[in-house]
């Protein structure tokens, strides 16, 4: 059996997804147009509200881009899926790991896959983590530590361009426009605004109201003054950045937004 660094997703709320009769076939239809497909050097496998992508052996190698790719993956689908308000947690490792096609089935199984199952369970939150063992080799996406096992990851890079000091907004807008981010942008301050309600919806389960909360709680410490100055304005997205945002969120989900 060979080590792979390994990625493994879940879809959160699944269940209550089918059940309620939410739109699975859309879902499986952004999964299926992930850009993990189209590369060679991965493989992806898909069951249920589970997905597994692990690298060939090269990248043992390359463990500083083979984290890089994966948490590539992981904010492909989670910027897909935004509009449609589903979240998951992800969890990026290294072990080991095999994968095989029978004549009648794929044959599947090994140490990573049984350690992301089990790590991943405990991390009461949504978003990517990255395994502690690894945090040293994430040179593209920034970290805070979540617990001994793991480190959240900061997907959402655009974010780093309007997080400035609290005292500093509303930013010029210039800083967004100019490299032209804004449509980029929308879909990540509309996330914050879902994570922060359901944080404090009371009507949402506790152990549902603990993940989106800790995910906030790591937001924050990268973002301090975004964050705060967001609560406080009840996310009017203008007061962080003064543009229209009216036509940004209109087009989130359609073939108008930055992401389709």
Excluded at 120 to 142: M, Q, R, Y
Excluded at 202 to 229: C, D, F
Aim: aromatic share 16%; charged share 25%.
């Amino acid at each position: 059996m060979s080590d792979r660094v390994f990625l493994y997703i879940d879809i959160l709320g699944f269940k209550d997804m089918v059940v309620s009769g939410k739109d699975i076939k859309g879902l499986y239809k952004n999964i299926d147009e992930l850009n993990v497909h189209t590369d060679r050097d991965f493989r992806c496998i898909v069951f249920s509200d589970t997905i597994i992508v692990y690298g060939s052996e090269f990248w043992l190698d390359n463990i500083n881009s083979a984290v890089m790719w994966l948490a590539e993956f992981a904010q492909d689908l989670f910027y897909r899926i935004i509009t449609s308000d589903i979240h998951f947690r992800a969890y990026i490792t290294v072990g080991e790991f095999e994968h095989f096609e029978m004549k009648n089935l794929d044959a599947y199984y090994g140490e990573a896959l049984i350690r992301c199952y089990e790590i991943e369970k405990t991390i009461k939150s949504t978003g990517v983590f990255l395994d502690a063992a690894l945090s040293e080799h994430s040179d593209v996406f920034n970290l805070t530590k979540f617990d001994d096992n793991s480190y959240y990851m900061h997907i959402m890079q655009t974010l780093n361009s309007i997080s400035f000091n609290y005292e500093d907004y509303p930013i010029h807008a210039e800083h967004v426009t100019g490299p032209g981010i804004e449509g980029w942008l929308v879909y990540e301050l509309t996330y914050l605004s879902r994570v922060f309600r359901y944080s404090n919806d009371q009507s949402l389960q506790e152990q549902v109201r603990v993940k989106h909360a800790n995910a906030w709680k790591m937001i924050s410490y990268r973002h301090p003054g975004l964050t705060k100055k967001l609560i406080e304005t009840d996310f009017d997205f203008s007061h962080i950045v003064p543009i229209d945002w009216t036509e940004l969120i209109a087009n989130m989900g359609t073939p108008e937004g930055a992401w389709g």
